[in-house]
């Protein structure tokens, strides 16, 4: 008798069996970091025991994948459980950049099931995660550091010189003003945000091969127009049904689909207005204040000419200084009430290639470790919510 499991079976075992002992759990971690290639690795997870249980405990349990079950036949939760667990770690422009061996080992698995389904399944993944100074943006500080320091001897040399007493006194007093503001500098190369994420993922068509392409939205479709819309409008209705039931005030918006994924702008502020007024009487929904994050105000452009009375806000940002508008928009509103947007891979782990990618994905991963709260076979508190039900 033939006891062979399938590769769905013994992923679907995998989730069901994450190891209750914190060292144990560990072991499973750093399996998930060899499938990596170390030019993609998201930021190290804690190792002490302690540590694990704590992020588990106070992040965990929050990381929720939303769908939509009336979209298509095969979103089912069966096949979304099989979707969010069989991620690859890195997907840019449909290479698969990761160790397949190891993957396997950690997972049971060797590439995305994404395109296996008879129709696109779409899958928003939200996690609640510290977020960090990247290692560049810790460079900016350093740097800022070394400025101070240079002020720091040119006024020693200054009190050296001096011979009045008054002078010295003030000169000192400046000395211990930079002296505090290195300290604050320095510490502020530890700190963290907690921050709450919602990674949507939009069709990719950044490359021929993408089933995004070839089977799900071909050009060759003569209803693919509507199609890519719907879409849209199901991105959309997913952000607002996230912040709706996590009582969040706040959205900040990107483009998620307009850059490489070569997506219509059209697409987007369409689907945008559909979900609007799918909202418009839902209690609780006129209080949210939409943001826009990107270097370029196009897109708010068109969403303000397509949408009438709409508000949202344009925020001009730097990928290579995230933290820093992360940082502001947390001494503006309650960071606790906000949900942050990011553009997501339909086929990768949420932070796709990290430190080597820059698009909103990559610049989101470097920053966090949202990586690990993502992946049932080492997260067994997430939740999976079908929108039809909200």
């Not at 804690?46 to 992040?59: A, G, L, Q, R, T």
């Not at 919602?198 to 392409?213: E, G, M, R, S």
């Amino acid at each position: 008798m033939d006891n062979q499991i399938t590769e769905r079976e013994l992923v679907m075992q995998i989730c069901n069996s994450v190891p209750k002992e914190t060292e144990e759990l560990h072991t499973v971690i750093k399996k998930f970091e060899a499938a990596y290639s170390p030019k993609h690795l998201p930021p190290p997870f804690p190792v002490k025991n302690e540590e694990i249980e704590m992020m588990f405990k106070k992040y965990g349990g929050d990381t929720t994948y939303y769908f939509c079950s009336s979209d298509n036949p095969s979103t089912t939760l069966e096949n979304v459980k099989y979707l969010s667990a069989t991620r690859e770690p890195t997907n840019i422009s449909f290479g698969q950049r990761y160790n397949k061996n190891e993957l396997a080992e950690f997972g049971g698995y060797q590439k995305s099931s994404y395109g296996d389904a008879i129709h696109s399944i779409y899958v928003a993944c939200f996690v609640h995660t510290p977020f960090f100074r990247s290692e560049e943006e810790k460079d900016f500080v350093l740097r800022d550091v070394c400025g101070v320091k240079v002020k720091i001897a040119s006024l020693d040399e200054l009190i050296q010189k001096s011979e009045d007493a008054t002078a010295i006194e003030t000169l000192s007093a400046s000395k211990n003003v930079l002296a505090a503001e290195i300290l604050k500098m320095n510490e502020s190369l530890f700190q963290h945000i907690d921050v709450k994420i919602l990674n949507v993922p939009a069709p990719a068509f950044d490359a021929h091969y993408q089933y995004d392409n070839l089977k799900f939205f071909p050009k060759n479709d003569p209803l693919r127009n509507d199609k890519l819309i719907e879409r849209f409008t199901l991105i959309f209705r997913s952000i607002f049904a996230c912040a709706l039931r996590e009582n969040l005030t706040e959205i900040y918006l990107v483009g998620f689909g307009l850059g490489h994924f070569d997506n219509s702008r059209d697409h987007y502020v369409q689907g945008l207005q559909n979900a609007l007024q799918f909202f418009a009487n839902w209690e609780g929904f006129q209080n949210i204040g939409l943001h826009f994050l990107d270097y370029s105000e196009a897109t708010v452009h068109a969403i303000r000419a397509k949408i009438e009375g709409i508000k949202i806000e344009y925020i001009k940002t730097n990928y290579r200084c995230l933290f820093s508008t992360i940082e502001k928009i947390s001494q503006t509103f309650d960071i606790s009430k906000v949900l942050l947007v990011n553009a997501w891979d339909p086929l990768s782990v949420v932070g796709n290639g990290n430190s080597c990618d820059n698009s909103w994905d990559g610049q989101y991963g470097r920053r966090t470790l949202m990586q690990y709260f993502s992946m049932p076979q080492i997260n067994d508190k997430i939740r999976y919510i079908d929108i039809d039900d909200f």
